[in-house]
């Protein structure tokens, strides 16, 4: 609708124009009387072919074209309503396939030269079009010709107003053909920059679901593991609460410790998305391993840990990774082994990469189905870091959990 009013406004324009510029009445009413009414016809034909041109360009432009052969059959000099004929084809050009705008301007160049020749070759002027006068100064006399004709030194050139005529069709048709190829190119900019978008918000909703399962591994590794202390703290204490009121005493210590810890390491995860101001705490890695295992200790839990290879600085990621995948381990062996089994940590130091082992002498695989969150979580920590994750029963009786995480690329 926006369009229309302005294409109507334009329409109005020309006529306005027309009116102040060319006096059409007094114009059309000296070629003839009988003119008049059919030159307002054509007009009106031509200003309503310019307020619909962005709505029915092809027809429209028959339309104008239509109207401005009739302005020319009479005989009535251009005027600015038939400019209408070069809207309408710069419209074209502008809004339909190349093929189909260079087809329209061929076929107007076709019927201007096509109407110019049929006046030339009958020594004509063409009616309504502009002609090119010439004049030869060097002939001062009038020349006989052989039927007894004088041929004066000048002429007119009938094809002069097609020349004119056909540079401004040409004209318009490429600005239009220009205004389409840029609306294209903004069209395709546009179309990158919506695909440059989405991409980006379809990276950060990746690197979103990410973080949070790198939060949901770490809130499960922390609290499941301290949980499971406090819970069998809870149950020994309970036992010794009759016959070893000391043992009640230490166990509930181990829990008040516990959870005070498990609170730390919840807060270290939550600092680590800015969630609490926590973030100078160190991120747990191999060296707090002997803490870890005292508290496994503390439980009741009988625990070994070997250490082959030189140890060495390891990447933070790797370090963290390591640390609770021991960590998991020794919780699984906590829950599912029976009391009074050992477990057995080694760290094995190699150039390339840190391997982990955590066995325990337990009954075996009864709770260690290998669909558990904690196992779950293992293997997608070691499938982050391009590593090796092996969990099953021992040869002997337990469980054993072997990880392999690579150093290569991280440096030392």
Known sequence: MRELGQDAALAAGMLAACV?????????AAVGPGTVVWWWVATALALLAVSLRRRWSL?????????????VALAVPPMVVDLGVLVL???????????????GLAGLLLLVTGWSGYHAFNGRPVPGLPTLDFHVSHLPEPAAGRDGATV????????????????????????????????????????????????RDQQAALAVAAERGRISREMHDVVAHGLSVIVIQAQGGAAALDRRPADTYAALAAIVRTGRDCIADMRRVLAAVGEVDDAWHPQPGLAQLPALLAQVRTAGTRVRLRVEGEPAPLPSSTDLSAYRIVQEAL?????????????????????????????????GPAGHDGGGNGLRGMRERVQLLGGRLTAAPGPGGGFTVRATLPLAGWGG
């Not at 829950?335 to 337990?362: C, F, L, P, Q, R």
């Open 20 to 28: 102040l510029v060319n006096n059409p009445h007094h114009m059309v």
């Open 89 to 103: 084809l710069y419209t074209v050009a502008a809004r339909r396939p190349r093929v189909v705008s260079a087809a």
């Open 59 to 71: 027809p429209m432009l028959g339309l104008v074209v239509l109207a401005a052969a009739v302005h």
């Open 152 to 199: 004066r030194g000048g002429g007119t050139n009938p094809w002069g107003g097609l020349s004119v005529i056909a540079s401004v069709l040409v004209a318009s048709w490429a600005v239009g053909s220009g205004a389409r190829s840029r609306r294209a190119y903004l069209d395709q900019l546009h179309a990158r920059a919506q695909d440059l978008e989405r991409e």
């Open 331 to 363: 919780t699984n062996t906590m829950k599912h082994a029976a009391t009074g089994a050992t477990a057995t940590v080694v760290v094995s130091y190699g150039d390339a990469e840190v391997g982990i082992e955590v066995s325990d002498d337990g009954p």
